[in-house]
Structure formats: structure tokens, C-alpha cells
């Protein structure tokens, strides 16, 4: 879709949405007053809370801990605009999720992307409008970051976490090639998809010169793919995308090596978006949250129409179904790709498998990982129900932190795919990340509130801001009056 509004025009209509916004948040005492007293420890200050990550996570978050009068600092290894997978290696064309959905406005109509895209393209484009453009929505968080104040640091990188037993987490961070330790109050993760761990690389690539091979998630040049045969293992939405990008890309052909004999076509995860398990899915019993996370994690999630159809309508596209890849071979410059229907001879093969919790990823995480309690040591299924990504998943308190045995652990937060099993898809994906900000930011201020409480108390003995100042009434002589009503 070619939308192209004068740059006047999508000026102006930005600007008086701008105060539109202003408006609304001085309507709703949005920043809420500052109340927690600054902290020092070993004469260096401690932050309130302290976010790793600025995506759409860690703004909403930001966002939402400011609505209860807590300011967090924002830190990102990634050059400024380019926090997030949108404008680096999220490669779909279109958002997967409805336009309508609000995303993380935080229930402000004037912060939405619909509200955003209307005031430079109109009401009419809106209309017109499929679905959302991935390197717009990108353009509408850099806004969204502006507009909210979001205090973020980029080109920060977190190299280690260490919770202290007095319940500050110390935090190292390399910017400008100089290290640092931070302090925070209260650390929350809101690392993405991968915010645990990173890409899972099957087994049967150990050994395979890198040169030929590459998973979805990595940043590459797909230019180089131009003239060469390319496989893609998997059949999901960063499949599509990775194929179609190579076929655009001017790939001589792309053969989809898909396990299951059928694409699964009906998105299960739809079904279970209803306010009650959203709000509600920490509170159900394990047996039933890992029910229902793990049918839907069997049934699979379709690839988008979309996105499969910018793949299909390349003649040298193949969908290979009831190909499920047994092994891989280097043989010279190319790869054979032994399948259970035969062997493909491929220049180039993208691994498309998703995402594990995987703590040796994460160096950063090497000093909380051993001690980090996960649900494996929580809950066993049933035989027939195991699943290696929920067993994986870290059990998670009821404001997202790690529980286990390391003093200071519960003061880290973990907002970002992992928690799913334990609080549902509230943050990380765009449909309920609001949600899920509001419920861990009101958490942290209970908990700051209730660490503080002998602070708090002494300050509500000492307010003294007088309501009256005693010449509002005259005193009356009640005897007289007494007499006045016996007559």
C-alpha cells in the first residue's frame, strides 16, 4: 500500500495530535507526582527500577510505571531507533496482528497507532488500511518514545546482573567501551522473544561450516542469496518471511523442508485471547496453565495469509510437506539435506526453529541462572504432555520475578516471553502489553511502597500541610445554646 501525505501535511496533523496528547495526559495526572526518595548505596545512587530493553516492552512499561509516579532508566545495547527486531531482523512485511488492536496506548486513544497513522495519512488510508507496515510500526515507536519521555540509554550493554542480599541488584553496563556497575531497586527484564536464551539450532547442524547456513533471527545481508538454491527448515510466519525475502532477493529457488505432512491452519493462540485468561492465567491452577500453553504450542501457529502468500506466488517456491530434516552434510560448497523424503542439494540453508530459554546464551544472566527456579522442578505433566519450552520457562512470582535460592533474586523481574506459562502473553506480544505493564508496574510501587514503609509512616506523621487554618467557623457558645433550645 503507497501512502504518501505532503510532508506538510503529516506535520501539521502530528503536531495537533501532539497536543491532543498533552492534553489528555494532564487530564489524567499522567506523570503521576514523584514519591520514592532518592537512595544512595556506597555513595553512588540507586535507580528505582532499572529496565533492560526499549522495545515495545520496556516503553510500555516506562509508560506505565510513570502513571504511578516511578521515572525507570532504559538501557539498550542498539544504536538510538533501532531498539527492537523491527528495523533489523524482523523481515515480514506486515504486523501479524489486527491494525485495531491498541498495542501499548495504555488505554490513551490520542498514544495508538491508529490515532498516529490517521493524523498524517487520514481517516480514508485507515480504512484502506490491511494491516500495519513492520518498518511504520517501527516509526510509531520512535514516536511513541519521544512523546511518553521514555528515559532511555542506548548503546548500553549489560554484561552482568548480580542481586545483592540487601535487595539492590548491582548491574554492569559497557557504553563507550567503558564499564560500569549500576544500581537499581528493582531490575526488569524485557529482553523480547529471546529473553532468555536465544535461537535453537538443531543438532543436526553441529559441525556445519557457518558460511552456508544461517537461523531466521540473524542479521544478514539476503543480496548474497541471489542465484543460489536455499532451503528453509520450518513452515512458520519467520519462515515465510525468510524465504519470501530470499526469493525477492533474486534466490534461484527456495524449497520449504516442512515436517508435518499439512500446514496447520487455524491459529489456536486467537482463541485464547479473552480479558479472563489475560488477566487471569497466573491464577489458575498449574495442571490448567500448562494445559492450555501447551495445546497451543502443539497445535502450532499457522503462518499469516500474508506472509505465505508473498512466498506462493513465486513459481520457484516448493513447499516441501512430509519433509522432516534428519541430517545435514557439507559436501564441497554445498549442503545435502538428508530428509524423510530424500536428499536436497542446497547452496544455502536458513534455520527457522525458533526460540529456547538457553541461559549459556546469556552470559550477562551467569550469575543468576544456577539458581533461577523453572518449572520443571515445579510441575510434571502427564505422560504424552511434556514440552521442552515450558519445562524450560522460569517459574515466575506474581510480579513476574525469579524466585530461588540466591538473596536479592525476587527483586529481578522477568517481562518478556518466558513468562508466558506462568502470567500468559502479557509481555511481549502487542495484543495485551498493556496489560501486562500496568500489572507489573503497580506491583513494583506496592513493593517499593512496602520496602519503604517505615519512611512512608514517618512522612505521614510529619505532613503537616494545613486543610483549615481556623477562620472558616466561630466557635459557638454552646450553654447558650443548650438554653436557647429548652425555651
Known amino acids: 500500500m503507497s501512502i504518501s501525505p505532503s510532508t506538510a501535511t503529516s506535520a501539521a496533523g502530528l503536531a495537533a495530535l501532539e497536543e491532543r496528547l498533552r492534553d489528555?495526559?494532564?487530564?489524567?495526572?499522567?506523570?503521576?507526582?514523584?514519591?520514592?526518595?532518592?537512595?544512595?548505596?556506597n555513595d553512588r545512587p540507586v535507580h528505582d527500577v532499572i529496565v533492560i530493553g526499549a522495545g515495545q516492552a520496556g516503553l510500555a512499561l516506562s509508560m506505565a510505571l510513570q502513571q504511578v509516579g516511578i521515572k525507570p532508566v532504559l538501557l539498550d545495547q542498539s544504536p538510538l531507533d533501532f531498539e527492537g527486531p523491527w528495523a533489523t531482523t524482523a523481515r515480514m512485511e506486515t504486523l501479524r496482528s489486527p491494525k485495531e488492536l491498541t498495542g501499548p496506548a495504555m488505554g490513551i486513544?490520542?498514544?495508538?497507532f491508529r490515532?498516529?497513522?490517521?493524523?498524517?495519512?487520514?481517516?480514508?488510508?485507515?480504512?484502506?488500511?490491511?494491516?500495519?507496515?513492520?518498518?511504520?510500526?517501527?516509526?510509531?515507536?520512535?514516536?511513541?518514545?519521544?512523546?511518553?519521555?521514555?528515559?532511555?540509554?542506548n548503546g548500553h550493554q549489560v554484561i552482568a546482573v548480580r542481586p545483592q542480599a540487601d535487595g539492590v541488584v548491582e548491574v554492569d553496563v559497557k557504553a563507550n567501551n567503558v564499564v560500569a556497575t549500576w544500581q537499581a531497586r528493582r531490575l526488569v527484564l524485557a529482553t523480547g522473544r529471546d529473553g532468555l536464551g536465544g535461537a535453537t539450532i538443531p543438532a543436526f547442524m553441529q559441525g556445519v561450516d557457518k558460511k552456508l547456513w544461517a537461523h531466521?533471527?540473524?542479521e544478514m545481508d539476503y543480496a548474497t542469496l541471489a542465484g543460489k538454491h536455499v532451503g528453509v527448515?520450518?513452515?512458520?510466519?519467520?519462515?515465510?518471511?525468510?524465504a519470501a525475502t530470499a526469493l525477492e532477493s533474486g534466490a534461484a529457488s527456495v524449497d520449504m523442508l516442512i515436517r508435518r505432512s499439512q500446514l496447520p491452519q487455524i491459529n489456536k493462540s486467537k482463541g485464547s485471547g479473552v480479558p479472563g485468561l489475560t488477566h487471569g492465567q497466573y491464577l489458575l491452577p498449574d495442571a490448567w496453565k500448562w494445559r492450555i500453553r501447551h495445546y497451543i504450542n502443539a497445535q502450532q501457529v499457522p503462518p499469516p495469509h500474508g506472509s505465505t502468500l508473498?512466498?506462493?506466488r513465486h513459481s520457484n517456491a516448493f513447499f516441501?510437506?512430509?519433509?522432516?530434516?534428519?541430517?545435514?552434510?557439507?559436501?564441497?560448497?554445498?549442503?545435502?539435506?538428508?530428509?524423510?523424503?530424500?536428499v536436497f542439494v542446497l547452496d544455502f540453508l536458513i534455520i527457522s526453529t525458533g526460540f529456547a530459554v538457553d541461559w549459556k546464551l546469556r552470559p550477562e544472566f551467569s550469575d543468576i541462572a544456577p539458581h533461577v527456579k523453572l518449572w520443571n522442578s515445579r510441575f510434571t505433566p502427564e505422560a504424552g504432555d511434556e514440552d521442552a519450552e515450558l519445562s524450560a520457562s522460569p517459574d515466575l512470582g506474581a510480579l513476574f520475578e525469579f524466585q530461588g535460592d540466591l538473596p536479592g533474586l525476587d527483586h529481578i523481574h522477568c517481562f518478556c516471553y518466558p513468562a508466558a506459562l506462568s502470567h500468559g502473553t502479557v509481555s511481549g506480544d502487542i495484543p495485551a502489553i498493556s496489560d501486562g505493564?500496568?500489572?507489573?508496574?503497580q506491583g513494583l510501587a506496592s513493593v517499593i511502597y512496602r520496602d519503604d514503609i517505615e519512611q512512608h509512616f514517618a512522612k505521614l506523621q510529619a505532613y503537616a500541610e494545613p486543610e483549615l487554618d481556623g477562620t472558616e467557623w466561630t466557635a459557638a457558645d454552646s450553654a447558650a445554646r443548650i438554653r436557647q433550645l429548652q425555651q
Open 24 to 41: 489528555d495526559l494532564l487530564t489524567l495526572g499522567w506523570p503521576a507526582k514523584a514519591w520514592i526518595s532518592p537512595a544512595t548505596r
Open 109 to 112: 486513544p490520542s498514544l495508538s
Open 115 to 153: 490515532a498516529w497513522f490517521i493524523a498524517q495519512f487520514g481517516r480514508d488510508a485507515w480504512t484502506a488500511l490491511d494491516k500495519i507496515p513492520r518498518l511504520q510500526w517501527m516509526d510509531y515507536l520512535r514516536w511513541y518514545r519521544r512523546v511518553t519521555n521514555a528515559d532511555v540509554r
Open 216 to 218: 531466521s533471527s540473524d
Open 233 to 242: 527448515v520450518g513452515a512458520g510466519a519467520s519462515a515465510m518471511d525468510s
Open 310 to 312: 508473498r512466498v506462493s
Open 320 to 342: 516441501n510437506l512430509g519433509s522432516a530434516v534428519q541430517g545435514v552434510e557439507q559436501v564441497g560448497s554445498k549442503l545435502h539435506v538428508q530428509t524423510s523424503s530424500g
Open 437 to 441: 505493564a500496568r500489572k507489573l508496574a
